[in-house]
């Protein structure tokens, strides 16, 4: 089992900033990526951003230049830094791990259970 632990949520003013953390723990220790989707309301799940354990970033293009992740293998959390924020960034936010389940590279993401995200304009 894979546990995944969000924080850092909550209601901030357009063009403020917060930080969400992710901790995963459980039998698997490491993982290949891991990343953030979110989910408006009335939206479906969109990815936001994603850090491979190589060092390769995946942004959206609509936070690009607005928000950062980073991650600490060696503790299994991934973070994202959000700046700028705007109306629009209102969602909830998830983050995931993916892990490799066998030899032939097939993989399969663990989700925590979201943290909620509000901007006010």
């Known amino acids: 089992q894979v546990q995944l632990v969000e924080s850092g949520g909550g209601l901030v003013q357009s063009g403020g900033s917060l930080r969400l953390s992710c901790a995963a723990s459980g039998r698997i220790r490491s993982f290949d990526v891991m990343g953030w989707y979110r989910q408006a309301p009335g939206k479906q799940r969109e990815p936001v951003a994603s850090?491979?354990?190589?060092?390769?970033?995946v942004i959206a293009d609509s936070v690009k230049g607005r928000f950062a992740i980073s991650r600490d293998g060696a503790r299994n959390m991934v973070y994202l830094q959000m700046n700028s924020l705007k109306s629009e960034d209102t969602a909830v936010y998830y983050c995931?791990?993916?892990?490799?389940?066998?030899?032939?590279?097939?993989?399969?993401?663990?989700w925590g259970q979201g943290t909620q995200v509000t901007v006010s304009s």
């Open positions: 850090l491979s354990d190589g060092g390769r970033a």
């Open positions: 995931y791990a993916q892990s490799v389940v066998n030899v032939e590279g097939a993989t399969v993401h663990h």
